[in-house]
């Protein structure tokens, strides 16, 4: 069976920048399942992994704009420590979710701190990142209707008590 839309393929991966620093993995005895076809993951590996089978390796290289997207500099704002309830301890690498305006809290993570000065940054970790997988496919079989519905994967045998 090769993997194409609706399958739920198992893999392993490396995953690492242009800087050869390792950003995730998944390992053979631990491996990550998606469903192909549903933007479970980035667009790029997506694409690369279609009509492979078990056993097939592959390394893929992916754009930002085929992975976690470009740096916005228009997410990255400043506010003063007054935007946060007081008494409240701000760190640097702290994540919290907030309502810029459009209804939708979106993550931000504080990226510096000068005073009373508070520096945010809204975009992925990972945008501006070209990602090297260095992937290999344990598992493919059809989805199951469950998984079909939910749009991910239910892990090796497509059971889940949600
Ligand atoms: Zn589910």
Redesign the pocket.
């Known amino acids: 069976m090769t993997i194409q839309k609706d399958s739920v393929v198992g893999i392993s991966y490396v995953l690492t920048n242009n800087a050869g620093m390792e950003l995730d993995q998944a390992s053979a005895s631990d491996p990550f399942f998606y469903l192909h076809g549903a933007s479970n993951i980035v667009p790029g590996l997506e694409e690369k992994l279609e009509g492979l089978k078990v056993g097939d390796k592959r390394q893929v290289s992916v754009d930002p704009i085929d992975g976690y997207g470009e740096i916005n500099p228009a997410l990255k704002i400043k506010v003063g420590r007054d935007a946060f309830p007081s008494g409240t301890e701000i760190e640097v690498g702290m994540q919290f979710a907030a309502d810029v305006g459009n209804g939708q809290p979106m993550p931000f993570t504080v990226e510096n701190v000068d005073g009373d000065e508070i520096f945010l940054d809204g975009n992925h970790p990972l945008a501006g990142e070209t990602l090297n997988f260095d992937v290999e496919v344990l598992s493919v079989r059809q989805a199951t209707d469950?998984?079909l519905s939910?749009g991910?994967a239910?892990g090796p045998e497509g059971h889940?008590d949600?």
């Open positions: 469950d998984e939910h991910h239910h889940a949600h």
